[in-house]
């Protein structure tokens, strides 16, 4: 029982920390209607610009994360200037950044695949000897409160004037060109500050797993598709846009949480990607599904009456 609470509480914590990689992915995914396969490489890549921050210069983990950040958004505008202005298709400039990032992080790290940090002070390590509670307990804490702030900031951002026109933009992006607006500058936006959450997001479990790995945002985009879809299913019954946000990061948590338990119960860890891609497929069907059932049996109950 001891055992099964331990990985519960590491679950919700990788969760949460998760969490504001799915918020970026949601900007992009929903919001925008971008397909952005960035999101391997900037969650990388915030991974491994925090490790050599705290193990090489000696920076304050806090700093680390802001420039972590910072990494992401760079490489969100890479992607949204390679589709903006040079007009590649959205997809395949995520895909040219992301193979680019793979090198631009290896040499990051010097040329190493992963860099540990089993003595450096981070952020949740310091949490948890402060507090007095574990590692993962500290992950869980310091993940809702940055999650809780970071969900704030979007739902402000995204009722200002520029956040309205970005969320116009992925709705109907010939009419608010029609309106005036260069709809270049507002995707160029969204898919930085997708990518700038992306990669506070590698940052934070690289601090929290106390170790940076080349291969750490592998199947990202997967993971941020599938609690995506199981918080819109599972909660899709929200309306408010600070619901819906809310929705993303539980949608997070309960992916970790599947996923511990699939692997207490004996499965291999390495067939999560399978099991991932399977879930994601199966959720995107079940509204397709539905609505088709449900126009088929209005038809069906017209033509009896």
């Known amino acids: ?12 914590g990788q969760g949460v920390l998760w969490g504001l990689m799915v918020l970026g992915v949601y900007i992009t995914f929903r919001l925008m209607d971008i397909a952005d396969l960035t999101v391997d490489g900037s ?5 491994c610009v925090c490790a050599v921050m705290v193990v090489n210069k000696n920076m304050d983990p806090t700093l680390a994360l802001g420039v972590a950040l910072i990494a992401g958004v760079l490489a969100g505008a890479v992607t949204g200037i390679l589709h903006t202005v040079f007009e590649i298709p959205a997809i395949l400039a995520g895909i040219l950044t992301q193979i680019a990032l793979w090198s631009i992080n290896l040499r990051i790290m010097g040329r190493k695949s992963n860099i540990p940090l089993p003595k450096a ?5 310091s949490f948890s000897k402060s507090a007095g509670v574990t590692q993962a307990q500290a992950s869980m804490v310091i993940g809702i409160i940055i999650a809780v702030i970071i969900i704030i900031f979007l739902y402000w951002f995204f009722g200002t004037e520029i956040g309205c026109t970005l969320r ?11 309106l005036g607006v260069d709809t270049r500058m507002t995707k160029l936006m969204a898919l930085m500050i997708s990518n700038g959450l992306v990669g506070l997001s590698g940052a934070l479990v690289c601090q929290s797993q ?15 598709l599938a609690a995506i879809v199981i918080g819109e299913v599972l909660f899709g019954r929200l309306r408010s846009f600070g619901s819906k946000l809310t929705s ?10 599947i996923r511990a338990v699939v692997i207490r119960l ?3 860890a390495n067939d999560m990607k399978l099991i991932s891609a399977i879930m994601v497929a199966v ?10 059932y449900r126009q088929k049996r209005s038809y069906s109950e017209g033509g009896e009456e």
């Open 168 to 178: 116009a933009t992925g709705n109907n992006e010939n009419m608010i060109r029609a």
């Open 43 to 47: 969650f990388a890549l915030g991974g």
């Open 121 to 125: 002070n981070t952020l949740i390590s």
């Open 266 to 268: 004996g499965l291999d």
């Open 210 to 224: 106390k170790y940076a790995d080349i291969n750490m945002g592998t199947g990202a985009i997967v993971i941020g």
């Open 248 to 257: 993303l990061v539980a949608g997070s948590v309960i992916y970790f949480i």
């Open 1 to 12: 029982m001891q055992g099964w609470l331990v990985s519960l509480q590491g679950a919700v």
């Open 283 to 292: 959720a995107l069907s079940i509204p397709v599904t539905m609505a088709r």
